[in-house]
């Protein structure tokens, strides 16, 4: 086995430069630091180019008018074809009622109206010392409901109706005639107007209905009317909801684009954290890895030292897997032992006068975990080089690692130097 000694020598003299991977203190430094701030400037951006609007209010106004105009028959004493609002009219003179609704709704800021309106007459016929003693109650539905939809800031409804008094009037007439009964009597004709509104900005949808009546006394004796009108006149305030627009697109636009790169910034920082693996024995690990899933076919036998290789045909195999190839092919066990502790394990196999050898040594397995730490740390700076602002702080760490390196190899020829002094002795 004195090629196995020659060859693992041959590993000692060769002087492999070891490469440190990067420490946590450097990615916290070189990466999670500038990474936060990067966050942190993201938010800012993103907060201005933005603007909240606090919870506020939307004022809105409603109004709602009556306007009449009082018909008459052909008479010798009014040369006016019609009598305005706010007068007294002879009941037998009158020939119709023209009435004329008028309701605008106003808001502050756009919303999604939804509204509807009808026009109806009810005839009353009550008890003459108490009108909320009804005796009698007809209604007629004169004007169908009308809806519509729209968005704006304000809508304004207008609808008029023609009511004939002399219907009405003779209508209460027979009534009292039939019965034989002392009332009072009047025809109440009502616009309804039902109003619904929402919007995102609104906390809570607006619904409210708003009545205009005009209420015609009706009477068989009466000789003059009076006509009773209300009015709309309501102001008040619908809450908004807590919202944020954009205020400045292209900010926002650069905001993202800094959050995007901060985020795949921690992206590689937690993911050299995790992948990167502390110290461990590499060497111990695929040994004892080789031991535990291919036990079946391995046998540990100290006779290895005793076989003579020149006795042999030897084929040298470069892993476990090829071993074990020959292994289902010649039947034979796996043989293995450990030449040199802690440092070099052979696996063989004899058959016949051919004999398949593996050798796994520490130091070559080392140096392979050097090299893979070596190409990745390769692959980390090839992407801290695209940070501009990055590589001033790493260049502060390679200065610092190029002077520790001086001064280890300033120690090192200081030990060869007084090992050859000593041999000289």
Same mark, same amino acid.
């Given at each position: ?118 026009? $109806? =007459?009810? !005839? ?5 010392? %108490?009108?909320?003693? #009804?005796? /009698?109650?007809?209604? @007629?539905?004169? +004007?169908?409901?009308?809806?519509? $939809? =729209?968005? !704006? ?5 207008? %609808?008029?109706?023609? #009511?004939? /008094?002399?219907?009405? @009037?003779?209508? +209460? ?7 034989? !009964? ?210 001033g702080i790493k260049n502060i760490f390679k200065k610092k690692d190029n ?23």
């Open positions: 086995m004195n090629n196995l000694q020659n060859e693992n020598e041959s590993l000692d003299n060769n002087n492999i430069e070891e490469v440190k991977p990067f420490t946590m203190r450097k990615w916290f430094i070189c990466m999670m630091i500038p990474t936060l701030v990067m966050l942190v400037l993201t938010l800012l951006v993103l907060k201005g180019s933005m603007y909240s609007e606090k919870e506020s209010v939307v004022n809105y106004n409603e109004t709602g008018d009556i306007d009449y105009k009082v018909y008459l028959k052909n008479n010798s004493f009014y040369s006016d074809e019609y009598l305005g609002k706010d007068m007294q009219y002879v009941a037998s003179l009158i020939d119709k009622i023209n009435i004329n609704y008028k309701f605008d709704m106003k808001s502050d800021a756009k919303l999604n109206y939804n509204y509807k309106y009808n026009i $109806k =007459a009810d !005839l009353l016929i009550t008890d003459p010392n %108490d009108n909320n003693k #009804i005796l /009698y109650k007809k209604t @007629n539905v004169l +004007v169908d409901e009308k809806t519509n $939809k =729209a968005t !704006l800031n304000n809508f304004m409804i207008g %609808d008029s109706v023609n #009511i004939k /008094y002399d219907e009405y @009037n003779s209508y +209460v007439n027979s009534f009292k005639k039939t019965y034989a !009964l002392s009332v009072k009597s009047k025809l109440i004709v009502t616009m309804e107007v039902t109003t619904e509104a929402k919007s995102k900005i609104l906390k809570d949808d607006f619904n409210k209905v708003n009545k205009l009546s005009l209420a015609i006394p009706l009477s068989e004796q009466t000789v003059d009317i009076g006509i009773d009108t209300s009015t709309i006149n309501n102001a008040g305030t619908l809450d908004k909801n807590y919202i944020s627009q954009i205020k400045k697109p292209v900010v926002l636009v650069l905001g993202l684009i800094v959050g995007l790169l901060s985020l795949a910034l921690l992206y590689i920082s937690l993911y050299t954290l995790f992948s990167s693996r502390s110290k461990i024995d590499v060497y111990k690990t695929i040994i004892d890895k080789i031991l535990k899933e291919y036990d079946r076919a391995i046998v540990t036998s100290k006779s290895i030292d005793s076989i003579k290789e020149e006795d042999h045909n030897v084929i040298k195999v470069e892993n476990i897997d090829e071993l074990l190839d020959a292994h289902d092919t010649t039947g034979q066990p796996i043989l293995y032992s450990e030449l040199i502790p802690n440092e070099v394990s052979c696996f063989m196999i004899l058959d016949d006068k051919i004999l398949y050898k593996l050798i796994i040594r520490r130091k070559q397995l080392e140096k392979e975990e050097r090299k893979r730490i070596n190409e990745r740390n390769e692959y980390i700076n090839s992407i801290l080089e695209k940070f501009n602002w990055v590589s002077a520790i390196e001086e001064s280890n190899v300033d120690i090192e020829n200081n030990k060869i130097s007084e090992n050859k002094d000593n041999i000289e002795e």
